[in-house]
């Protein structure tokens, strides 16, 4: 197997009502990174997951998992992957204990209670492993989502939109337990709205938008090659207007007057940072402190998919 | 991985653990409703009617009850066994499994079959109360009763698949089989019809069902066994052909 264990070439997608759900993806997803997609509603990346996952199938294109194809040898394929939904689809009368082994046994793996035990106790569910589905609450089921997707120990696990309604506290647990699945070498891919998540986690991100792969990237170099960085300049007293000989550096005054913001880009050799300090001290301002501020992985994927609805 | 051996168990325990934890629903009501059956038509009527081909009327429609339970159960069961996760989305798990459709279709059928049989096991013991019933020949007796839930299992998830709403579910059951069972000869002997009538209910295919299930109770039959027996065989190889269709467009739940 190559470095790459999921590998789609063209892969396209057409539903029965004509909508063009993915057009010619290309994707390599690597061994034991965590990969986050991110992408408007209907972008396509529920329907990229589904093809992968065996639950819809493609129009045209080829998926590979560990050089298997995804639909000649789906048994391969199908058993290294474990799939946790955007919704929260459940049996609403089934225990917890015996909901996770059902899965297991759908996967084709021997019974084995210690592991569902390991997986219970991993997500904090142990205690409620007799209680039925149904007296869960939203938070809990889906910790139960994600305990039956590792109930056959998966190499590759999808997570579609894992975090969504979920409070900041499980949010920062489930984000502890994909870490410590990655440091078992289990490989991860994951939709999400919140971009914070995909900073927060991810090694790879993707941006899909109308069914297009925009741009795959490493997360810092991403932030790094679209990032810009500001400047924020205090001044000890109030300014107007901006001096003739700082026009050039398109500055923008605070709404208190009392700072200047200056936007430059890390890609470029020179930032004209030095200059500007020098030109603020010809001009007679003075300096009272001095900040810089990244933009965000937020600010790049509104930037990217703006640039790629508009062309 | 040739087989999913235990891909199949799971599905198969599954649908028997909702058959376990739905009793009420799954067995004693059709036991019930059958017993009322048994006492207001066996009982109560049949005191007033006589005897057909030397059996007494209670005797007589054990066999077209039995068989009204076994159609509406095997369908009722399985249709709901695969409706439901296409209802509450849980199908995704079995669609992402690596297990073959063929096996998901036995392992629901196999449910449902098993689940119909108990219910016949049950409700045939409950005849003992309130009828004289013999079994002349037991094994052809098996045979048609395990053939009759298999195939019928088979329709039933066909029903299943190809339903938008639990209307749709309910249509099959209600409007063809139930009408189909009280037209067949389940509480009357076809001689007993005028003949234009006979003629017409040669046409019901759960005439000869029911015909051939009494034959092996209390070997009567208005026709040949066999046919019941080929024409079960000819329903069953229709419904696999049309199941094997609808999986290969991807079981209408596959986009």
């Not at chain 2, 066996?42 to 209670?58: F, N």
């Amino acid at each position: 197997m190559s470095e790459n264990q999921i590998v789609i070439n063209d892969l396209s997608k057409v539903y029965d009502n004509g909508f063009n759900a993915l057009k010619n993806i290309n994707l390599n997803i690597k061994k034991g990174e965590i990969f986050a997609m991110l992408g408007p509603n209907g972008a396509g990346k529920t329907t990229l997951i589904s093809i992968i996952c065996g639950i819809v199938k493609p129009s045209s294109g080829k998926v590979t998992v560990e050089d298997f194809d995804i639909i000649e040898d789906y048994r391969e394929t199908r058993s290294r992957i474990g799939l946790v939904p955007q919704e929260l689809t459940l049996e609403q009368f089934e225990t917890v204990f015996n909901n996770v082994s059902y899965s297991r046994g759908l996967y084709g793996k021997k019974p084995d209670p210690t592991h569902i035990e390991k997986v219970l106790k991993q997500l904090s569910l142990w205690d409620k492993k007799d209680l039925i589905l149904r007296k869960l609450s939203g938070g809990m089921k889906r910790r139960v989502l994600i305990a039956k997707a590792l109930s056959h120990e998966p190499k590759i696990l999808f997570l579609d939109e894992p975090t969504a309604g979920v409070d900041v506290e499980l949010r920062q647990e489930m984000w502890n337990v994909v870490k410590s699945l990655r440091e078992i070498g289990v490989t991860i891919i994951l939709t999400t709205h919140y971009i914070e998540e995909a900073e927060e986690i991810a090694d790879r991100v993707g941006v899909i938008n109308q069914g297009e792969i925009i741009i795959v990237e490493q997360k810092k170099e991403l932030i790094k090659k679209m990032g810009h960085k500001v400047l924020s300049v205090e001044l000890q007293e109030e300014v107007k207007d901006i001096p003739d000989s700082l026009k050039k550096y398109n500055l923008i005054i605070g709404s208190n007057k009392m700072s200047l913001a200056y936007t430059y880009n890390l890609k470029e050799k020179q930032t004209g940072i030095t200059n500007l300090l020098q030109d603020i001290k010809d001009s007679g301002l003075k300096l009272k402190d001095l900040k810089t501020e990244q933009s965000n992985l937020e600010k790049i994927f509104v930037t990217l998919v703006k640039e790629n609805n508009e062309n | 991985m040739k087989i999913n051996y235990y891909g199949f168990k799971a599905i198969y325990f599954h649908e028997m653990d909702r058959f376990r934890r739905t009793l009420g629903q799954s067995l004693l009501s059709p036991v019930i409703s059958t017993s009322l059956y048994f006492i207001v038509f066996g009982s109560v009527i049949g005191g007033y009617v006589q005897k057909i081909d030397g059996i007494s009327y209670g005797s007589f429609i054990v066999p077209g009850l039995l068989m009204l339970t076994l159609l509406t159960q095997s369908i009722s069961n399985t249709s709901f066994g695969i409706f439901f996760p296409k209802f509450n989305g849980t199908i995704y798990e079995i669609l992402a499994a690596p297990i073959s459709a063929y096996e998901i279709v036995l392992a629901f059928v196999s449910a449902g079959a098993t689940k119909t049989l108990i219910v016949g096991f049950v409700i045939f013991l409950t005849a003992q109360f309130f009828a004289d019933v013999q079994v002349q020949y037991p094994l052809l007796m098996i045979f048609l009763l395990v053939l009759v839930s298999f195939t019928f299992a088979l329709f039933g998830f066909l029903v299943g698949l190809v339903s938008k709403d639990f209307e749709q579910m309910s249509i099959i059951p209600s409007f063809v089989i139930t009408p189909m069972v009280f037209l067949g000869g389940s509480l009357y002997s076809l001689d007993m019809l005028p003949e234009f009538w006979q003629v017409v209910t040669y046409f019901n295919p759960v005439v000869y069902l029911i015909s051939s299930l009494r034959y092996s109770f209390y070997g009567i039959s208005d026709f040949n066994i066999w046919i019941s027996v080929g024409l079960m065989v000819l329903f069953l190889s229709v419904c696999v052909i049309i199941v094997s269709i609808l999986l290969k467009k991807g079981y209408s739940i596959k986009s």
